[in-house]
Structure formats: structure tokens, C-alpha cells
């Protein structure tokens, strides 16, 4: 089975923090993604990564970074932390074959107050 | 532009009372749909892939099947344990990477 971890289940950080969101995949797939999830919005892509290093803008970018130095990891990074970034944030991977499934992590729900 | 709607947005079933999810797509060119079930503060569980209209995948209570326009999550004689968010995604050949997410049918099934 596909394993996808993410570093924490639950996050409460202060405005203006700079945040670590750290996810792992087992599976060696080429791509991972990072996405939110908000009630009435469904899921909205951040950034994802089709290779390591290399990283494209989801559609909701502004207020965030990624990494991914290695190929089974991906962070994403909130440079500022503002009350808006309040929410449910998944990480997916997928292989780059046509058509491939997104596997889910478990998300992390971060609060910042 | 691609789009995905899921219908209708929560659902209640005796146990027992089979129906049907309904996920209508619009996009240029289809690379795969993708049924998921979400469970409260967890992530989506991938459920079936979809490539081609008249295709049709089965798990346990669950049949999942498409056609050029939707595809349709049936669940027969569903029980308690199937409750959950049942979440539509389609990949267009528009975008190689951009998976287009419905916002999901609530469903509860009662005792």
C-alpha cells in the first residue's frame, strides 16, 4: 500500500511564525502536491513537484514555498503565518504515468492564531 | 473551462436503502476520474480510477461507472461504516498535473 506521512496531525502556530509542513511518500512516486481544504472551497491546489527541485504554482500560491531536496520528500512552507492560512493542508504524490491516482496523506490541520 | 460538480451534497440512507452518487464533468480531454472517500479530519482515501466511457469498477458495496458526461458511485444496500464524504476528481489532458476536485457528497448512513 501507498504511505504518505505528513509530519504532524495538528499544528497551532502564531501570526507572523514561520512554518515547516513536512510530508514523506514510501512509494517512489515522481510527483507530490500539496493542496488545502476548506469547507464549501473542496480542495485547492498550493504547488506541486514533478521532480526533485523543480516546482510549479498550484492556484492559490501567494503566502507559500515548497522544497523538495529529495525525492520522497516535500515541504511546504508558510513564510509569515496569517489567521487566513487557518485550515486542513493534504500532501498527495502520484507517479507521472497518464491518468495516475493522487494518494492522500492523513493532513495536517493547522490553526493560527 | 474544466469543471466538476457532485450531486447531491449530503445524502441520508437507512442501512440497507442502495442509491446513487452522481459526479457531471466538463472538461477537453479526459486523462482518468477518480472516486475517493474522505472520513472526518482525514485525508481522501483513493477508491477506483475511471479512463474510458462504459468503463465500470467494483469494490465490496461499491460500483462505480462512466459515462462521456459523469460517472455515478452506486452503493447497494450500504451500511453504517460507509458513511463518509465521497469526493469526484477528474485529470484533463489539458494540464498534466491539474486534478479538478468536486466538493463531494456527505453521506450517512443510519442503523
Known amino acids: 500500500d501507498v504511505k504518505v506521512t505528513q509530519s504532524s496531525r495538528y499544528l497551532v502556530k502564531r501570526t507572523g511564525e514561520k512554518v515547516f509542513l513536512e510530508c514523506v511518500q514510501d512509494m517512489d512516486h515522481e510527483n507530490m502536491f500539496w493542496y488545502r481544504q476548506d469547507p464549501g472551497l473542496g480542495l485547492r491546489l498550493i504547488y506541486f513537484s514533478y521532480d526533485v527541485k523543480m516546482k510549479e504554482k498550484g492556484d492559490i500560491p501567494e503566502g507559500y514555498s515548497v522544497s523538495r531536496e529529495k525525492k520522497e520528500r516535500f515541504s511546504l512552507i508558510l513564510e509569515s503565518a496569517s489567521t487566513n492560512q487557518t485550515s486542513m493542508y493534504l500532501c498527495?504524490?502520484?507517479?507521472?504515468?497518464?491518468?495516475?491516482?493522487?494518494?492522500f496523506g492523513n493532513g495536517t490541520r493547522l490553526t493560527v492564531t | 473551462e474544466d469543471q466538476v460538480t457532485q450531486s447531491p451534497e449530503a445524502l441520508r440512507l437507512q442501512e440497507g436503502e442502495s442509491s446513487s452518487l452522481n459526479c457531471s464533468y466538463t472538461v477537453s480531454g479526459l486523462r482518468g476520474l477518480f472516486w475517493y472517500r474522505q472520513d472526518p479530519g482525514k485525508g481522501p482515501e483513493f477508491l477506483f480510477t475511471?479512463?474510458?466511457a462504459g468503463e465500470e469498477k467494483e469494490k465490496e458495496r461499491l460500483k462505480a461507472t462512466l459515462t462521456k458526461k459523469e460517472s455515478f458511485l452506486h452503493i447497494t444496500a450500504p451500511k453504517p461504516e460507509d458513511s463518509a464524504t465521497y469526493l469526484c476528481?477528474?485529470?484533463?489532458?489539458?494540464?498534466?498535473?491539474?486534478?479538478?476536485f468536486g466538493t463531494g457528497t456527505r453521506l450517512k448512513v443510519l442503523a
Open positions: 475511471l479512463y474510458s
Open positions: 498527495a504524490s502520484s507517479f507521472s504515468g497518464p491518468g495516475s491516482p493522487l494518494h
Open positions: 476528481a477528474v485529470l484533463s489532458t489539458s494540464g498534466t498535473y491539474k486534478y479538478i
